[in-house]
């Protein structure tokens, strides 16, 4: 991201910085050599002579010393004149505001850590933000649309302006220190490119992608993305159970929203330090205490646990599935030691 004083409006405004102090110094050497005025009454002159406030002279004057003053006068004048058509100018423009809202950008962008790249705000970059930032999950945005950049913009959701293919773009929003990244472009080809470009530069990301057509989930996979999604596929899936079993395919709907009703279904992960390791889910009083309901145990090799039976052990890492009100699975997740909402609650992978 190119620095303020890089740009050909930083330059133009060090130049009068110096034209200015170039000006003051004329002034003060002047009074010294003309009228023999000591540093300190010399740039006392120069500043009241251009600034023009007319306060009185400090000595008086003979003839040499007041053609200098006019002459310092004048020029003076024409360079606070020129400054500030200069600077009605590039405000007008908008260049200045430019430079500063992306240094300002730049440094928001170089803060991020641990946080979501989202790669095209169009339907479903937009239901992604949405999400995550209801988990008050950090993220950036990189996006090329003008419209769709100012809608960003307005809902203040930081963002970069420019191609998510592009290499220092995503080297900019902070790559290196993401948890993720999610590429959702229209294109398929964009998106495999995007993946694999991320890829390169962070072997440890988590990348989600997007599959439009058929055979682009191969093609992702092999560029390195860790999901893939294919939306029509997803939604034909998701009609079809409408039709097949309605009330499950509700019931999930709102326990997965959290929307319409004080149920959730969310995912915490036990931290080493847990009460809960080494201990029975008989034993663990979470039914008692919390009202919610283990439907599975993700262990830390992979292998999942459907409906855990009451003898089942909690381990260290382990990742819960559990299904209960919104208020009781929060206080589960700060009781257990992870901070915030138990949504993304990482293992420390």
Known sequence: MENIWQSATGRRIAIILILSALLVAYGTVGYMVLQGFTFIE????????LST??????????NTGRIFTIILIMMGVSFVAFTLAYFSQILLDGNLLEAYRRRRLKKQLDQLENHYIVCGYGQMGQIIVQELQRYKIPLVVIESDEAVLMRLREKRILNLNGDATDEDNLIDVGIMRAKGLISVVNKDSENVFIVLTARDLNKDLLIFARASTAG??????????????????????????????????????????????????????????????????????????????IMAIKRSDGSMIFNPAPHEVFNAKDIVIAIGPVQNLTLFAEDLGANGSPALQGCGE
């Open 42 to 49: 010399a740039l006392y002159m120069t500043i009241i002579t």
């Open 53 to 62: 406030v007319g306060f009185t002279e400090v000595r008086q004057l003979d």
């Open 216 to 293: 682009s989930e191969k093609r992702l996979s092999k560029a390195g993305a860790d999901r893939i999604v294919s939306p029509y596929a997803i939604g034909a899936i998701r009609i079809a159970h409408n039709i097949v079993r309605p009330t499950v395919t509700d019931f999930l709907e709102l326990a997965l929203s959290g929307e319409g009703m004080e149920l959730s279904m969310e995912e915490i992960c036990i931290p080493p330090e847990s009460r809960l390791v080494n201990m029975e889910l008989k034993d663990s009083g979470i039914r008692g205490k919390y009202n919610l309901i």
